[in-house]
């Protein structure tokens, strides 16, 4: 990485306390987001996604916590941060686009006084001039007759314009980070491509790093540059993304991108992983994969393995350990 | 399986010219203090298809289109607002009447939500073994080894008829929901979008499934989805529907290759694939409109970048173009290959 990361995760954990004991939803998380770059995130559920993007917002559900590791943004340590200060950096330095377009909207305010607020707050603006803002903002998301649509309500508008929305409000106060947590998902495909063509040109033009979480493999394939492969709350793949798709290099990546029905070729059977995720409370000691993997070896049963570097990508597997190799 | 699948010889199913209407008009009173007239949303206005023997036959859509009224509407779920569903010959109606049951056990279906579809208070045995008690007469015993061989059949455990729905992931539910329709021997399985609610690993396994037991069983699929690439996967003919029509219906090489309607190709050139780097897009604009109020002439034509005069006056019927049989004026014509 020849700039200095914008975000930087390093090790990062995440706790649950239960009554049963504590959960490690996030185990030893790392990873870095340059300057104008998109990092996709995929995994299936309850692979921690999400939790990696809700810590670094610093939006995470009690009782879950921060119980180890640091986040970075430009330099300055963020996850230490108090609710006053961090409400500061959330909406001016890290914008946030959600699954659900109709929660993440206040229903009892225009659009256009949702927007201005937030300028408002991050920026030195008047009311007057943030409202001009708040509709080219508006209109640059490609809804058309901004004018008029910025008195409306979230309720006056579909489900791709009100994502469109969120997205001219997570880009408001020009932050350098936007995380965007499954944000077509609740969309059609003709709206999700889109959407998709939308954030990608917005923080392009904005010059906005993305960290784009999802589980559709396609929309990371047309969006990302680098994607991070997780799994029971670790990362265990992370490199370029054209090399992740077309030469995974952990086991579970390959059966991943093998298990993703595709139109182009025609496979008489999918590429099956056998099994299902661990459940947080019987996460198997040394690799959390080690139970459904084809290439188990007795090492992978015993000894945990880090992101070592593997082909053209970084993956946490045993196989690519060279010292096992010589 | 090749092209002469767009016309099957003795179809499983008939589907001819059937619509689903629902009132949604408001109550009486306010209808008539305020002169407001009824409303009738056509969720289902006017499709027809077959599925042959054996076949799978796919349903793809945006949300809204109706696929899932039609999925209700043939296993009986839904009356008929117009035209006829036939079932090995037999018109469905037939299910509601005395001596009907045995046409409703040929007919099953499996739901969208693995987690909605099974009662939480039930115990896997009595689920799988409900159906048995309606259409079969057999003993407890036997039921009992019914479900056991079922549950072998979906890769499940013998053992797991004791446990609670709860004590099993969304996929092993969905196999559960699976063996629950097979419990009767059906000839049609109705799919409601069985694995949009999975992860993509777990989608992989019961797509397997699907197709394994269609081979060893000879069974006859309706699939639903909105999801191109796994329809690409499983079906054999595939019919694409938008705002409760069928615009397009043709086998699946011919489909992807060469769809022909304007709005399976945007739909094709929409989804964003695992390949489709750098892939050329058409901008596709516009939303799916209110059912409520759909345009005149071809509903499609406000999005379409093929529309005239006459798309937006007179509404299109199917014609055959090609291995495709395409509800457009603009292909009738010729206008666009």
């Keep these: ?326 | 399986m090749t092209t002469d699948l767009s016309k099957p010889e003795a179809p499983l199913i008939r589907v001819e010219d059937a619509a689903r209407w629902f009132d949604v008009s408001p109550p009486w009173l306010e209808r008539v203090l305020m002169r407001r007239p009824r409303i009738d949303l056509r969720a289902v206005d006017g499709i027809t298809f077959d599925i042959g023997r054996g076949e799978t036959f796919a349903l793809v859509g945006e949300s809204g289109c109706g696929k899932s009224t039609v999925a209700r509407m043939l296993v009986g779920l839904y009356g008929l607002t117009r035209g006829r569903i036939l079932f090995d010959g037999e018109p469905l109606e037939k299910m509601s009447q005395p001596g009907g049951r045995a046409l409703r056990r040929r007919l099953q279906m499996i739901f969208q939500d693995p987690y909605a579809s099974l009662n939480p208070r039930w115990r896997v045995g009595r689920i799988i073994a409900e159906p048995l008690l309606t259409h079969t007469p057999m003993t407890a015993p036997e039921r009992v080894a019914r479900v056991s061989e079922l549950l072998l059949q979906v890769g499940l455990d013998p053992a797991d008829q004791n446990r609670f729905p709860h004590q099993f992931s969304g996929g092993q539910r969905q196999r559960i929901s699976i063996a629950r329709a097979l419990a009767v021997q059906p000839d049609l399985l109705v799919c409601d979008e069985p694995t949009s609610a999975l992860d993509v690993s777990v989608q992989a396994q019961v797509l397997n499934l699907m197709k394994d037991l269609q081979r060893r069983l000879g069974l006859t699929y309706l699939f639903i989805s909105h999801n191109l690439a796994v329809v690409h996967h499983v079906a054999d003919r595939v019919g694409v529907m938008y705002l409760g029509r069928i615009v397009e219906v043709a086998s699946r090489d011919a489909l992807f290759s060469q769809p022909r309607h304007p709005y399976t190709r945007m739909l094709l050139e929409a989804i964003p694939d695992l390949h489709g780097n750098g892939k050329s897009r058409t901008r596709v604009a516009g939303e799916v409109p209110n059912p409520l109020n759909p345009p005149p002439g071809c509903t499609f034509h406000p999005r379409c970048p093929h529309a005239n005069e006459r798309c937006r006056t007179e509404a299109p019927l199917p014609i055959q173009a090609g291995l495709s049989v395409v509800t457009c004026h603009a292909v009738e014509e010729g206008r666009i290959a």
């Excluded at chain 1, 200095?4 to 390093?10: G, I």
């Excluded at chain 1, 340059?34 to 809700?54: M, N, R, Y």
């Excluded at chain 1, 609740?186 to 904005?206: G, M």
């Excluded at chain 1, 999918?270 to 139970?291: E, H, K, W, Y």
Aim: hydrophobic residues 40%.
């Design chain 1, 1 to 326: 990485m020849p700039m200095e990361p914008l975000l930087e995760v390093r090790n990062l954990s995440v706790a649950f306390p239960t009554r049963r004991g504590t959960l490690k939803a996030l185990n030893e998380v790392s990873f870095s987001i340059a300057p104008g770059e998109i990092l996709g995130v995929v995994g299936e559920s309850g692979a921690g996604k999400s939790l990696t993007g809700a810590s670094i917002i610093g939006l995470l559900e009690p009782p879950g916590r921060i119980s180890g590791g640091e986040i970075y943004l430009s330099g300055r340590r963020i996850d230490n941060l108090s609710d006053e200060e961090m409400r500061r950096v959330r909406g001016r330095e890290i914008g946030a686009v959600f699954q659900d377009p109709l929660t993440s909207l206040n229903p009892l305010y225009t659009v256009g006084h949702q927007l201005a607020e937030t300028i408002v707050t991050h920026l030195d603006m008047s009311w007057a001039q943030a409202r001009t803002r708040a509709i080219e903002l508006l209109a640059s998301t490609g809804i058309p007759a901004a004018k008029e649509r910025i008195d409306h309500y979230p309720h006056q508008f579909s489900g791709g314009m009100r994502q469109r929305v969120v997205i001219a409000l997570a880009l408001a106060a020009e932050p350098k980070l936007v995380v965007a947590d499954e944000p077509t998902t609740a969309l059609d495909v003709s709206i999700q491509a889109q959407i998709i063509e939308l954030l990608k040109k917005l923080c392009r033009e904005h010059g906005a790093s993305v960290m784009l979480i999802t589980h559709d493999m396609g929309v990371i394939a047309e969006t990302a540059d680098r994607v991070a492969v997780m799994y029971a709350g670790r990362v265990v793949e992370i490199g370029p993304v054209s090399e992740v798709i077309h030469h995974p290099n952990h086991p579970y990546s390959s059966g991943l991108m093998g298990s993703i029905p595709t139109l182009d070729a025609h496979v008489e059977r999918l590429v099956q992983i056998d099994g299902s995720m661990p459940r947080l409370t019987a996460i198997p000691t040394g690799c959390a994969f080690n139970p459904r993997c084809v290439s188990r070896m007795p090492r992978c049963t015993r000894e945990r393995p880090e992101l070592m570097p593997a082909g053209a990508t970084r993956a946490a597997c045993w196989l690519h350990d060279n010292a096992e190799l010589a």
